[in-house]
């Protein structure tokens, strides 16, 4: 319960942020164009909180936090006295209205710089990606890929760390052609070039780990088999297991590799295991049951409330980055084009089918990711409302009626015709809009069902 509390509670304080930052856009440029201003909801639905300044705007936080709106004074929606005819947002012209309706989205990619900024000049870091193991008849061993070599760039652009690795693979998720690798090996200064080719590749899988799909373990430090940590009532807590205990056997099978440790006591759910371990020099034997465990999969594993010493990084196996305040603005405004580029492509890919509709996410995937990204603390965070915040602009400049991108195109049509979009083709547009906005959401919303 505590868990879905903290999740709650960072989903909501990042919709709140992104929303918002995009609402105020659209809210401070109405004022600077002369448009009175009604109110300023946070949320859909019945209002909870409300209160008004000295313009008359109420500002309100309401039931559903799922988004917001600014209502402006409007003669197509109610009439409007003499005096206050001047502020109406009808009779702005139409280059006021254009700047009005962008301003929402850019107050997002302005949020996103702000935020990188943040990030970058907090430092960043990251492990050098460096071959473990490359699984049989995968890309990486078509491509020819070995244990040892550091990948150095794909498709010509560098990837310093395991994340900027990711990222580039993600870029090529649904193309055809080939990837480049570009490795060296470690104490050379030469670099070697791999291909491997590619035909809509996973094209209809979701991906949710592209290294992985290429066939690539990337090295990490051995964990250490010395328990830092038994969680109090767990089954390894009422088996007899202390924090300091070296595990060196279970059921006479000895163990040096955590992971292989921990794939033993997974598969045994709800069976009895004898667990030897080396406590103050002496061999002592436990018998501990693991606790049945439902993943999010469906898949039942065996826990016992263990977690190991944490295993330590060689600085020649991490890349560490500092910035300056003008170094990083200047990373701030690299990433957010990035991004925004990434997430602009991925969106043609899945309107040209070169991407599954199964990546795309809802409100519960986001949530879920928040709590992840606040508990691995606040670089994680900014980061993660960074890329929500480009993705909530790009999305709302598609000229979908209901949308922001919507009304520049009426508004850019009206500025080449001279005169407004008809009240009709608005409603038809309005109605068809609804109808595709609801659409993508309900298949999001399903996908978060399908993960759960």
Known sequence: MLDFLQTA????????????????????????????????????????????????????????????YVKFLDERESAVSPEDLDGAFNRKNVWQRIAIAAAGPLANFLLAIVLFWGVFMGGTSGPVPIVDDVEQGSLAAYAGLEEGQEIIAIDDHPTPTWQALNWRLANRLGDSGDIKFSVRYPDSALEYHMYADIDRWLAGKEVADPLAEVGVKLWIPQVSMQLAQVVDGSPAA???????????????????????????????????????????????????????????SGEKIGRIGVLPVAASWPEERVRRYHYGVLGALNKGLEETWSKTVFTLNSLKKLLFGELSTRNLSGPITIAKVAGTSADAGWQSFLSLLALLSISLGVLNLLPIPVLDGGHLLYYGIEAIKGSPVSERVQMIGLQVGMAMVLGIMALALYNDILRL
């Open 9 to 68: 509670i960072w989903a909501l304080v990042a919709l709140g942020v992104l929303v918002s930052f995009h609402e105020f856009g659209h809210f401070i440029v109405a004022r600077w164009c002369g448009v009175k201003v009604l109110r300023f909801s946070i949320g859909f639905g019945k209002r909870l909180v409300s209160r008004y300044d000295r313009h008359g705007t109420e500002f309100t936080v309401s039931a559903i936090p799922l988004g917001g």
């Open 238 to 296: 009422k088996g007899g297991l202390e924090a300091g205990d070296e595990i060196i056997a279970t059921d006479g099978r000895d163990f040096s590799d955590w992971e292989q440790w921990t794939t033993y006591i997974k598969a045994r759910p709800e069976q009895q295991v004898a667990v030897t371990v080396l406590r103050d020099g002496v061999e002592q034997v436990v018998s501990i049951t693991p606790d049945e465990v439902t993943l999010d």
